[in-house]
């Protein structure tokens, strides 16, 4: 591997402030080292004495080794994406993880001799979220791997000086992408923490050795040797919390009517954390949880559809990109979204001559996890909208901002054409009422149909609500950015379908998964299905992820008819009901029904908004507005004595470095 040394005035890429701040009674000293955060992606890592640091920049493909003190860089190229280098302690070996065509690996490079070692294949799975112990010694990952129980997260510990790679034994609760893994400061323990719940793994025998129930959502956590630290909502605001690995007692360590967030105990016990003022900053607030999001803000534009990340992750992004820059105007995350965009666009399946069970190679992202075999590679008119969706929006935006750079209007010509293509692909899954084989339709209506004989577990039938009212929702899209009726006639079609389904309860509704054939089921006899040549129905009732999907496509298509506005107050009524069958994602939901009750944004003001996936973070400052404090302010708590050593408009994100604290800032608009 090649090594380029670069000249110091082109190499220092951050500004470097050295502020020594002295503590009388707590008899220490803190450096200040501040970095730019729109130069790199991420969150950079430091050695243990802080005067060295990797990270990746806008440059992909390479890894950044940065000396402190002088700010000399050496770069290491890499023939695929990289992501989430961290240097060992000792500086001598930086880890990283690297795709492999539809999951990730972790590797080491030895800095001196280049040498590369790979620590996982594709048995361990996509190597997810990982981190190291500050002896060097242990390496820990969550990896989401496919099963017969479907995708999985699963921890992992690497002892590194024998490579042995060895699957953390005991009774483990299911794990999700938003899952942490962390070491305790003095190696001993491996903490994985979900929302509400801490793994101890005991590194040693790698085996969980206790689990301990917060009662309380964890916001931003981090260890010391005996506890973990966090932020949850207390009373309003956002406090800090300890809870004890070894009793597992809940103690509160910050008070007042402000908000506090990214918790750090120090060797000397010294606390620190972002105190955010009384009111949140959403614009702020989302420029923080990007930098801290999946594979170093790259999150999974490069991969493979293989295990449906794409879908399942990657639309979720492009989702929350679109949307905060339609909240806050910053250039930012339109300018990500482009990069997004245009790596999944050139990663599509006609592009890389990828072929279905078919033999073709269409326009979408193929997936093999869903399909009867789970080898046999399918496209899936979901897959379509989950990703098209966000891309449809990005188009509109350009359309009605004539003044955007010349790149995002070619980007937005492409990808229009990119959107028809991927509904003409789905026409033939397409079912009118007159051609109704199932007779499950009324006058008007429509739907989509699993192709039969194709290799899905469940073919020749309906299918289920979310994933044809999400093309719905891209068919409204498709309407609004070419003015061609025929799009807005399907989506019509699909809204009677659902508005005949919704099911007074109280003064709200409550609706199934399934409708039709999918709903009821069917038998031998009737000749419905090859794959499942009988089948009892799926009878229960949407899940709060798909729910607010079909409130997204009654939303989009409220202007245009079917649902009316009594329709809207119901749903309304069913969203502020906590008995109610059907559950939203809080966040969305709310966004998309508070033109419709002043008592959306009221509710929404007293619930624990980091309490869900921080890609609708967006949506909350939609219906609450912006009306936080930018001025962030970095504290520092010695047994009584609290010191304010950073206050900024700019300051993002801190972490340690050694002797010093980092600190990330940025320049939101």
């Given at each position: 591997?090649?090594?380029?040394?670069?000249?110091?005035?082109?190499?220092?890429?951050?500004?470097?402030?050295?502020?020594?701040l002295p503590i009388s009674s707590c008899k220490s000293e803190q450096a200040v080292l501040s970095l730019d955060s729109t130069s790199i992606k991420g969150v950079p890592s430091f050695t243990s004495d802080g005067s060295k640091m990797v990270y990746i920049d806008q440059t992909e493909g390479y890894i950044n080794l940065q000396?402190?003190?002088?700010?000399?860089?050496?770069?290491?190229?890499?023939?695929?994406?990289?992501?989430?280098?961290?240097?060992?302690?000792?500086?001598?070996?930086?880890?990283?993880?690297?795709?492999?065509?539809?999951?990730?690996?972790?590797?080491?490079?030895?800095?001196?001799?280049?040498?590369?070692?790979?620590?996982?294949?594709?048995?361990?799975?996509?190597?997810?979220?990982?981190?190291?112990?500050?002896?060097?010694?242990?390496?820990?990952?969550?990896?989401?791997?496919?099963?017969?129980?479907?995708?999985?997260?699963?921890?992992?510990?690497?002892?590194?000086?024998?490579?042995?790679?060895?699957?953390?034994?005991?009774?483990?609760?299911?794990?999700?992408?938003?899952?942490?893994?962390?070491?305790?400061?003095?190696?001993?323990?491996?903490?994985?923490?979900?929302?509400?719940?801490?793994?101890?793994?005991?590194?040693?025998?790698?085996?969980?050795?206790?689990?301990?129930?917060?009662?309380?959502?964890?916001?931003?956590?981090?260890?010391?040797?005996?506890?973990?630290?966090?932020?949850?909502?207390?009373?309003?605001?956002?406090?800090?919390?300890?809870?004890?690995?070894?009793?597992?007692?809940?103690?509160?360590?910050?008070?007042?009517?402000?908000?506090?967030?990214?918790?750090?105990?120090?060797?000397?016990?010294?606390?620190?954390?972002?105190?955010?003022?009384?009111?949140?900053?959403?614009?702020?607030?989302?420029?923080?949880?990007?930098?801290?999001?999946?594979?170093?803000?790259?999150?999974?534009?490069?991969?493979?559809?293989?295990?449906?990340?794409?879908?399942?992750?990657?639309?979720?992004?492009?989702?929350?990109?679109?949307?905060?820059?339609?909240?806050?105007?910053?250039?930012?995350?339109?300018?990500?979204?482009?990069?997004?965009?245009?790596?999944?666009?050139?990663?599509?399946?006609?592009?890389?001559?990828?072929?279905?069970?078919?033999?073709?190679?269409?326009?979408?992202?193929?997936?093999?996890?869903?399909?009867?075999?789970?080898?046999?590679?399918?496209?899936?008119?979901?897959?379509?909208?989950?990703?098209?969706?966000?891309?449809?929006?990005?188009?509109?935006?350009?359309?009605?901002?004539?003044?955007?750079?010349?790149?995002?209007?070619?980007?937005?010509?492409?990808?229009?054409?990119?959107?028809?293509?991927?509904?003409?692909?789905?026409?033939?899954?397409?079912?009118?009422?007159?051609?109704?084989?199932?007779?499950?339709?009324?006058?008007?209506?429509?739907?989509?149909?699993?192709?039969?004989?194709?290799?899905?577990?469940?073919?020749?039938?309906?299918?289920?609500?979310?994933?044809?009212?999400?093309?719905?929702?891209?068919?409204?899209?498709?309407?609004?950015?070419?003015?061609?009726?025929?799009?807005?006639?399907?989506?019509?079609?699909?809204?009677?379908?659902?508005?005949?389904?919704?099911?007074?309860?109280?003064?709200?509704?409550?609706?199934?998964?399934?409708?039709?054939?999918?709903?009821?089921?069917?038998?031998?006899?009737?000749?419905?299905?090859?794959?499942?040549?009988?089948?009892?129905?799926?009878?229960?009732?949407?899940?709060?992820?798909?729910?607010?999907?079909?409130?997204?496509?009654?939303?989009?298509?409220?202007?245009?008819?079917?649902?009316?506005?009594?329709d809207m107050q119901k749903l309304v009524n069913t969203y502020l009901n906590p008995n109610a069958s059907i559950k939203f994602r809080q966040g969305k939901a709310g966004a998309m029904l508070y033109p419709y009750s002043d008592k959306i944004a009221r509710y929404m003001q007293q619930v624990d908004i980091l309490d869900e996936?921080?890609?609708?973070?967006?949506?909350?400052?939609?219906?609450?507005?912006?009306?936080?404090?930018?001025?962030?302010?970095?504290?520092?708590?010695?047994?009584?004595?609290?010191?304010?050593?950073?206050?900024?408009?700019?300051?993002?994100?801190?972490?340690?470095?050694?002797?010093?604290?980092?600190?990330?800032?940025?320049?939101?608009?």
């Open positions: 591997m090649r090594i380029r040394k670069m000249d110091i005035a082109t190499a220092i890429i951050f500004v470097l402030l050295l502020i020594i000396s402190i003190s002088d700010g000399r860089i050496i770069r290491f190229k890499f023939p695929a994406p990289v992501y989430k280098p961290r240097i060992s302690p000792d500086g001598n070996n930086i880890y990283y993880t690297q795709l492999r065509s539809y999951y990730c690996e972790i590797w080491k490079i030895n800095v001196s001799t280049m040498d590369k070692v790979n620590l996982t294949t594709v048995l361990h799975g996509d190597a997810n979220d990982y981190c190291l112990s500050s002896d060097g010694r242990w390496l820990a990952f969550l990896s989401l791997h496919d099963s017969k129980e479907g995708l999985q997260y699963t921890p992992f510990l690497i002892n590194l000086a024998s490579g042995e790679v060895s699957i953390v034994k005991g009774n483990l609760p299911s794990l999700t992408i938003d899952s942490k893994i962390l070491f305790t400061p003095d190696s001993k323990l491996a903490l994985v923490l979900t929302r509400d719940r801490v793994l101890v793994i005991d590194t040693a025998t790698s085996s969980l050795s206790k689990c301990i129930n917060t009662d309380t959502a964890m916001h931003f956590p981090s260890a010391d040797d005996n506890s973990v630290l966090f932020s949850s909502l207390k009373d309003n605001y956002y406090q800090i919390f300890s809870i004890s690995l070894e009793t597992g007692e809940l103690k509160q360590l910050t008070f007042g009517a402000t908000n506090k967030i990214l918790p750090i105990m120090n060797k000397d016990n010294h606390l620190y954390y972002l105190d955010v003022g009384e009111k949140l900053d959403f614009h702020k607030l989302t420029r923080l949880l990007w930098l801290m999001s999946p594979n170093s803000t790259l999150c999974y534009k490069y991969y493979r559809n293989d295990w449906g990340m794409l879908n399942a992750n990657e639309a979720p992004y492009l989702d929350f990109l679109i949307t905060a820059y339609k909240v806050f105007h910053d250039d930012f995350f339109l300018t990500e979204l482009a990069e997004h965009m245009e790596s999944l666009i050139n990663n599509m399946d006609c592009k890389s001559d990828i072929r279905d069970y078919r033999g073709e190679s269409n326009c979408g992202w193929s997936a093999t996890r869903y399909s009867l075999n789970k080898t046999a590679r399918m496209q899936y008119l979901l897959h379509d909208a989950m990703i098209g969706t966000p891309m449809a929006e990005f188009v509109k935006v350009c359309q009605n901002q004539p003044g955007l750079s010349a790149r995002m209007h070619e980007l937005a010509q492409k990808t229009t054409e990119v959107l028809k293509q991927l509904a003409y692909k789905n026409n033939s899954e397409w079912v009118e009422h007159d051609a109704d084989s199932l007779a499950i339709t009324e006058d008007g209506e429509g739907y989509y149909i699993t192709q039969k004989g194709s290799p899905e577990p469940v073919d020749g039938v309906n299918i289920p609500f979310n994933m044809q009212n999400k093309f719905g929702t891209l068919s409204v899209s498709l309407y609004e950015i070419t003015g061609d009726t025929i799009y807005l006639e399907k989506a019509l079609a699909l809204g009677k379908v659902f508005r005949r389904h919704l099911i007074p309860e109280g003064d709200g509704y409550k609706w199934y998964y399934a409708w039709g054939k999918l709903y009821s089921g069917w038998s031998k006899s009737e000749g419905v299905s090859l794959n499942a040549p009988s089948h009892s129905g799926m009878q229960n009732l949407d899940p709060k992820q798909y729910a607010t999907m079909e409130l997204e496509f009654v939303s989009r298509l409220r202007p245009y008819g079917v649902f009316s506005e009594s996936p921080w890609v609708y973070l967006p949506y909350v400052a939609v219906a609450l507005g912006n009306q936080g404090e930018d001025l962030w302010t970095l504290q520092e708590v010695c047994g009584t004595r609290q010191t304010k050593i950073l206050s900024s408009k700019t300051l993002l994100y801190f972490g340690q470095a050694g002797n010093q604290i980092f600190c990330l800032s940025t320049e939101p608009k």
